[in-house]
């Protein structure tokens, strides 16, 4: 007998063409009937509630009353909740993010009882190689998803075990038909045998144990009252088959008993049986840039920030961090952060992300004036306080701001010592914008903010006070027009068309026409770009920008200016006219002694339906690119083989190597970080291709080049997804060698030094702290090279400190980090302590594998 397991569900996007609103309506109906059922039918047994407890958080915002009845619920195994805050994605959402979204997810499950372990992710768009990881990080070795997989993985069972590089494995429960089969099963017999009889084949062929699985329920789909009655009719149907209520944690259960199974590895983006949409990376470019900003922000400044002054006395805000990252985390599920969503669920998730960033914003400001304002000193000149967050000391070129009434002025340290700084502007500004009582007694004289470049040594996880004094003469000015920049690694031009030429001193290799501009039509929708048919794309190889170069002690700036002239729509694009316009400007910042060249975008977009990417040609071929995914990376081959199959074997959709990062793409010797578009393809042999954006006007649109049949989604304008108007995006370019650390230097990118100018005056007022703070501190120090800092935080469970790293190079090393404190424990990513390690002379080492990070808890 088949034993098939009918597991009650309701799958809760809690946006996508509708609103987040109109779906918690449906919410609050919806928990009625279901608890009432699982309150009054001792016969029904278990109800699973999507594996997300955002469902929860939305409904208690409307029922608060009924913590209690739920708590009784999930605590006699009846709603099974959790492990998930909301169904992340994989492919765009960083390490840090998905860490989060399982420690308050299980964080909230277990105010109510006991969450499901398992990682369940029925709709994401792929899965990414390192899933496994991550999920034995917080003790779950199963999971259940439906997207991404194919028997070129080496399996065509649905059962099998998924292991990484570093020996985390998981057992999998495919969903080969996805989890809404078993959606709104008919009374009708006809109707019910002609759906299950085209399902069951499917299941029989995938399946190693005589256990299968058929999910009720769908999108907001509410409880099937009558599913008694339908599986009895199931069983007179299927005599072979025995339908009864179950939950996914009974399908695991004899799948260990009975199973042999076979063992895979690597990530799923297969769009063969299912489709992944490996194009919607870049679909709502501003949103796409915004949430990784805001993420990078959170874990590579706020929290080690927030760390800092916890370990200085300060409180540690557990509750506000918390709220900023509930707040992206609500835009992490697939269609969210996939942005295949209406227009006015877009404006949601922008506001989402702009509350999150303003409240990052603001704690980062007032966390580093609590630690200057503390600062012990009987000096009362101005001070300039530069943080660092990385676990090392770095020598660092900063840009940062004075603002004074000084009409010039000193920087000098603790000792008397003056640093030098290079003054690059001096602007007045009105004094109610500093202080508005100064205003108030009526002081209306200005005050002036000075922009000045230094270069510093700062201590590892740390940071150091200079002393701004008044003086007769300001800064040097030495800033000069230059035909190139000269640095210690590299001679940079721009060529007529506003392209690079990128001379690699130290490994004399030249890159040509880097920045090139590839515009071409986008006929796709918000899940995928479809290119259109037959045209000819538009470069920017004949234009002629304008171009200003400049060069001072600390390196080089280089400003180029163009306009691209593209056709205003796709039936312009299709006549071959040029009638609409993209404006183009890059500001490239080139430091003198760092291999890394920062470069800003900003775009300000015309026309409609097409994609723009900026070309980065190495010169050389390679099988393979390298990307990074969470706490590794990953190897990806240029060009799919299933290219040139994919039609005879009918796949849902043409495999192009479009793929995703997090923070940087290697190819040839050439490195793109990134700080925004997370979009990659290597084109013509040796170019890197990064998509800088796509427009498009549909939710969903049916037999697309790329994706043939069916609409995904639904047929719904959205003409915002157009990206009209302007948008800026950040990455950065570095040459480099085989032994290059290259996730180490996208943390240093990513992770820029701070600043807080102190003055007498400020709009919000605070009562002098009762802590003291020294000129300079130091909180922990890396001694390896190869280690590369994840986060450092508080703990949610005690108060510890929270230490994570990862290994991103392709062989196996040793963290060691040097620490003053009492203590050292490893723990897993729930901040569940493990094991004390040896701690002998302040210092603590540990093992890594590749693609694997390990979490420590500091007792200081």
């Known amino acids: ?13 809690r946006e996508w063409y509708f609103s987040t609103e109109e779906s918690r309506i449906l919410l609050v109906n919806n928990m009625e009937e279901i608890m009432d059922r699982l309150e009054n039918d001792p016969d029904y047994p278990y109800y699973v509630l999507d594996g997300q407890t955002s469902i929860l958080e939305d409904y208690f915002a409307v029922k608060p009353e009924e913590k209690e009845r739920v708590r009784k619920l999930v605590q006699a195994g009846k709603l099974i909740i959790g492990p998930w805050y909301t169904q992340t994605d994989e492919m765009v ?22 969450p499901m372990m398992i990682g369940y992710l029925p709709d994401s768009f792929g899965q990414s190689a390192q899933l496994p990881h991550l999920l034995n990080g917080f003790d779950i070795y199963y999971t259940i998803f439906w997207r991404g997989t194919s028997e070129r993985h080496g399996t065509d069972k649905t059962e099998f075990y998924w292991e990484t590089k570093d020996d985390s494995s998981v057992l999998v429960q495919l969903l080969p038909l996805g989890y809404a089969i078993g959606k709104y099963l008919p009374h009708e017999e ?15 062929k995938g399946a190693t144990t005589a256990h299968q699985l058929l999910p009720n329920g769908h999108d907001q789909m509410p409880i099937q009252k009558d599913i008694f009655e339908v599986m009895q009719k199931l069983e007179v149907l299927y005599p072979d088959r025995e339908f009864f209520l179950s939950k996914y944690e009974n399908v695991f259960a004899a799948l260990e008993k009975e199973a042999e199974l076979d063992t895979i590895s690597g990530e799923f983006l297969d769009g063969k049986y299912m489709r992944v949409h490996r194009s919607i990376y870049s679909t709502r470019m501003d949103i796409k840039a915004a949430n990784t900003r805001v993420e990078n922000k959170l874990t590579n400044e706020l929290e080690p920030l927030a760390a800092i002054a916890y370990d200085l006395g300060f409180d540690y805000h557990h509750g506000l961090i918390e709220l900023i990252w509930k707040e992206i985390m609500k835009n992490h599920a697939h269609d969210s952060i996939g942005c295949c969503c209406s227009d006015k669920v877009h404006k949601e998730i922008a506001g989402r992300l702009f509350i999150a960033e303003e409240k990052c914003d603001q704690l980062i400001e007032f966390y580093k004036r609590k630690i200057v304002d503390a600062i012990d000193t009987k000096d009362e000149n101005d001070r300039l306080t530069l943080f660092n967050f990385l676990p090392y000391e770095r020598e660092e070129v900063v840009t940062t701001e004075v603002i004074s009434k000084f009409k010039a002025f000193t ?3 603790e000792a008397g010592e003056p640093v030098e700084y290079e003054l690059v502007s001096a602007e007045e500004i009105d004094p ?6 100064i205003v108030h007694y009526g002081n209306y004289d200005p005050f002036i903010k000075y922009t000045i470049q230094l270069k510093e040594q700062l201590p590892a996880m740390g940071y150091r006070t200079l002393f701004v004094k008044e003086a007769e003469e300001t800064g040097n000015q030495s800033s000069e027009e230059k035909q190139q920049v000269e640095t210690d690694y590299y001679t940079v031009r721009v060529n007529q068309n506003g392209t690079l030429r990128i001379w690699d001193k130290q490994r004399e290799r030249l890159f040509n026409d880097v920045l090139l501009l590839e515009n071409g039509g986008d006929d796709g929708d918000e899940y995928d770009y479809s290119p259109l048919a037959g045209e000819t794309k538009i470069f920017s190889s004949n234009l002629e920008a304008k171009t200003s170069i400049k060069e001072n002690q600390f390196g080089g700036a280089i400003d180029i200016q163009l306009s691209l002239a593209v056709p205003k729509d796709i039936d312009a694009r299709k006549n071959g006219e040029r009638n609409s316009q993209l404006d183009v400007r890059f500001s490239i910042e080139i430091p003198n002694d760092k291999p890394v060249m920062h470069i800003s975008c900003e775009l300000d977009n015309k026309a409609e339906d097409h994609r723009l990417r900026a070309y980065i040609p190495t010169g050389l071929q390679s099988a393979v690119s390298v990307a990074d995914n969470q706490f590794g990376h990953i190897q990806r081959e240029v060009r799919d083989p299933a290219m040139d199959v994919w039609q005879e074997e009918n796949w849902s959709e043409r495999p192009d190597a479009i793929y995703p990062m997090l923070s940087y793409v290697s190819y040839s010797g050439m490195a793109v970080l990134t700080n925004s578009t997370r979009e990659y393809e290597i084109v013509g042999d040796d170019t890197i291709a990064i998509t800088l954006f796509r427009s498009v006007g549909y939710l969903g649109k049916s037999d697309m080049v790329r994706r043939p049949g069916r609409p995904s989604g639904i047929k719904l304008p959205t003409p915002d997804s157009q990206m009209k108007g302007k948008l800026a995006l950040d990455f950065a370019l570095v040459s480099h060698d085989d032994d290059m650390n290259l996730a180490r230097i996208a943390k240093d990118y990513l992770t820029p030094v701070h600043t807080y100018n102190k003055i007498p005056h400020n709009a919000m007022k605070l009562n002098h702290p009762d802590v003291s703070t020294p000129l300079t501190y130091q909180l922990l120090e890396q001694a390896d090279k190869d280690a590369v800092l994840s986060t450092l935080k508080k703990s949610e469970k005690d108060d510890s400190l929270i230490l994570r790293f990862f290994n991103g190079r392709d062989r196996e090393t040793e963290a060691r980090f040097e620490v003053d404190g009492k203590a050292v424990y490893r723990t897993n990513m729930n901040e569940v302590r493990q094991e004390a390690l040896d701690f002998t002379a302040g210092a603590v080492s540990i093992p890594l594998k590749v693609n694997q990070s390990q979490t420590v808890s500091i007792v200081r």
């Open 411 to 413: 920087l000098e340290t």
């Open 93 to 114: 959402v960083g390490s840090e993010s998905i860490v989060r979204n399982l420690l308050y997810g299980i964080k909230d499950s277990e105010e109510f009882g006991s």
């Open 432 to 437: 109610g914008l500093i202080d508005r009582q």
């Open 1 to 13: 007998m088949k034993q098939m397991h009918v597991v009650p569900h309701m799958h809760w996007d």
């Open 190 to 204: 006809d109707a019910l045998t002609k759906r299950m009889d085209k399902y069951f084949p499917v299941l029989d």
